[in-house]
């Protein structure tokens, strides 16, 4: 069965500084997802990671995956408040089907 | 993207009784999933929507208490029936384009059960 662990789950931190968010997941796939959701609404999509070292950048996030580690990081750069929300990674189960099963969640809130 | 809806937004409901959500997307799509997100938690997928057969559940779900449809390529039903308080959840389609990377949610169905 595959499984997906996020830490941390909850993460408060100050504008301005650098912080990372890890997924690791236990058994072998071709793609990695992270969604971004706010309160109340539902999931955006951020970054697709399909091959090992990958690496996607958009404004302050950017994502990497190691497949031989099983590990997907989100890394925050210069926080800003904007970025407070709850972030989730996701692995694609292959089989002709794409379902997903996700982490836990990262709640993360930025501190002015 | 394309747009996904979901009808109704939210809504309540007493115990017993059943709830049927709906899932539009204005162009054709591949697969279309079932997802529930219960209070504070992360999402669970519930079943894989096929056109014109039976849902694919996963373990834990069951026909019975989620019965869904999908009639074409861009439609899809999912029933919550018998409802209880554990039911109260966010209720999430999904969708996929072979040879699009992105996998894409609807809006959400928020539903409480009293």
């Known amino acids: 069965e595959l499984k997906v662990e996020q830490n941390p789950l909850f993460l408060s931190m100050q504008e301005g500084k650098n912080y990372t968010i890890y997924c690791n997941y236990s058994?072998?796939?071709?793609?990695l997802y992270w969604y971004r959701q706010d309160p109340g609404k539902s999931l955006e999509s951020l970054f697709v990671?399909?091959?090992?070292?990958a690496v996607k950048q958009e404004g302050r996030l950017m994502a990497s995956l190691d497949t031989k580690a099983r590990l997907s990081t989100l890394h925050i750069t210069a926080a800003v408040h904007d970025l407070s929300a709850t972030y989730f990674c996701a692995v694609g189960i292959i089989q002709g089907a794409q379902k997903l099963v996700f982490g836990q969640g990262t709640r993360l809130t930025i501190n002015p | 993207s394309a747009v996904i809806s979901q009808k109704p937004s939210r809504d309540i409901c007493q115990r017993g009784t059943s709830l049927t959500i709906q899932c539009q997307v204005d162009?054709?799509?591949?697969?279309m999933f079932w997802y529930r997100q219960q209070p504070g938690q992360s999402l669970t997928l519930i079943a894989t929507a096929n056109q014109g057969s039976e849902a694919t559940y996963e373990s834990g779900f069951v026909i019975d208490k989620f019965p869904i449809s999908r009639p074409n390529l861009t439609f899809s039903t999912l029933t919550v029936s018998n409802m209880s308080p554990e039911d109260s959840s966010i209720y999430l389609c999904s969708v996929y384009w072979t040879g699009v990377v992105r996998q894409f949610f609807g809006p959400g169905t928020r539903l409480t059960v009293l």
């Open positions: 058994t072998t796939s071709d793609r």
């Open positions: 990671l399909l091959s090992n070292g």
């Open positions: 162009s054709q799509v591949t697969m």
